[in-house]
T-cell receptor, first 111, second 111 residues
Framework: NAGVTQTPKFRVLKTGQSMTLLCAQD?????MYWYRQDPGMGLRLIHY???????AKGEVPDGYNVSRLKKQNFLLGLESAAPSQTSVYFC??????????FGPGTRLTVT | TQLLEQSPQFLSIQEGENLTVYCNSS?????LQWYRQEPGEGPVLLVT?????EVKKLKRLTFQFGDARKDSSLHITAAQPGDTGLYLC???????????FGTGTLLAVQP
């Protein structure tokens, strides 16, 4: 039981490049979330999903897209990376009882 | 926009000292959680409080939810170096399963 896993762990992009972050969970959770964490700002919700095939915007969705084609996977895409998207990205999943289980994070640098 | 403010932002203490971290909001939450995050890892849940005035203890950690369910505190007795980390409060409200995170308190316990 691996819990929540994220790939890659680190990535450096040039401005304008695109990439996809993958989140996978093996706990059969309905809900999945993508956050970004910046110094002094805690965790901010980017997008979330309440079940397979569904997605919704969070607090800071601009510049990101997501897909949930399979229940266990939640993908976060950056179509044209900007330096402001340099951050640590966390994926989480939950059963719907608000308690969330987090992955280890992806550290992204955009130059 | 609901906000959760934590204080202090940084705290450096000696082993054996006591400390309290505060989490405040102008909004009412249906539940409030405390997470601890270590460097290079995702947040891990410590406790969930759901009833106004509720007090929960986890070994040397005491968590309290305010009577009006707008604030919470975390008290650590006789801090140890292993308590070092980033402490995050997070509130949920209504029927959503989304969390709003506080800004975090970075605790360093010196041996």
């Amino acid at each position: 039981n691996a819990g929540v896993t994220q790939t890659p762990k680190f990535r450096v992009l040039k401005t304008g490049q695109s990439m996809t972050l993958l989140c996978a969970q093996d706990m059969n959770h309905e809900y999945m979330y993508w956050y970004r964490q910046d110094p002094g700002m805690g965790l901010r919700l980017i997008h979330y999903s309440v079940g397979e095939g569904t997605t919704a915007k969070g607090e800071v969705p601009d510049g990101y897209n997501v897909s949930r084609l399979k229940k266990q996977n939640f993908l976060l895409g950056l179509e044209s990376a900007a330096p402001s998207q340099t951050s640590v990205y966390f994926c989480a999943s939950s059963t719907g009882l608000a308690v969330q289980y987090f992955g280890p994070g992806t550290r992204l640098t955009v130059t | 926009t609901q906000l959760l403010e934590q204080s202090p932002q940084f705290l450096s203490i000696q082993e054996g000292e006591n400390l309290t971290v505060y989490c405040n909001s102008s909004s009412v939450f249906s539940s409030l959680q405390w997470y601890r995050q270590e460097p290079g890892e995702g947040p891990v849940l410590l406790v969930t409080v759901v009833t106004g005035g509720e007090v929960k203890k986890l070994k040397r950690l005491t968590f309290q939810f305010g009577d009006a369910r707008k604030d919470s505190s975390l008290h650590i007795t006789a801090a140890q170096p292993g308590d070092t980390g980033l402490y995050l409060c997070a509130g949920s409200w209504g029927a959503t399963n989304k969390l709003i995170f506080g800004t975090g308190t970075l605790l360093a316990v010196q041996p």
